[in-house]
């Protein structure tokens, strides 16, 4: 079983920063990518920030810029720094990470998502 355990989170006033993390644990295949989704209430979980193996990382449009997402392999952990905040990026925060599905009986190239059970961001005055 893989588990997720995320912290961070909270309440922000506009223009501030915050800062979540994610760590892995539990029998885990090879890792590929690590990152993070959010949703609000009625809408699609939409991509925030991932990061591969080889720390490459790849942003939503709406926060490039504002936010950064690392990675560190050995603790099976990823972060996410968020500055400059607005009141649209209030939202739930989820943690995935995908990994390599062939370690675990499926097709090469596979890849198996996991998520975290999610953390709340409010950004208010």
């Known amino acids: 079983q893989v588990q997720l355990v995320e912290s961070g989170g909270g309440l922000v006033q506009p223009g501030g920063s915050l800062s979540l993390s994610c760590a892995a644990s539990?029998?885990?295949?090879?890792?590929?990518?690590m990152g993070w989704y959010r949703q609000v209430p009625g809408n699609h979980r939409e991509l925030v920030a991932t990061?591969?193996?080889?720390?490459?990382?790849r942003y939503g449009d709406s926060v490039n810029g504002r936010f950064t997402v690392s990675r560190d392999n050995a603790k099976n952990t990823v972060w996410l720094q968020m500055n400059n905040l607005k009141p649209e990026d209030t939202a739930i925060y989820y943690c995935?990470?995908?990994?390599?599905?062939?370690?675990?009986?499926?097709?090469?190239?596979?890849?198996?998502?996991?998520w975290g059970q999610g953390t709340q961001v409010t950004v208010s005055s």
């Open positions: 995935n990470i995908e990994v390599d599905g062939a370690e675990m009986g499926y097709v090469d190239g596979f890849l198996l998502p996991y």
């Open positions: 539990g029998s885990i295949p090879s890792i590929i990518n």
């Open positions: 990061i591969s193996s080889d720390g490459v990382p």
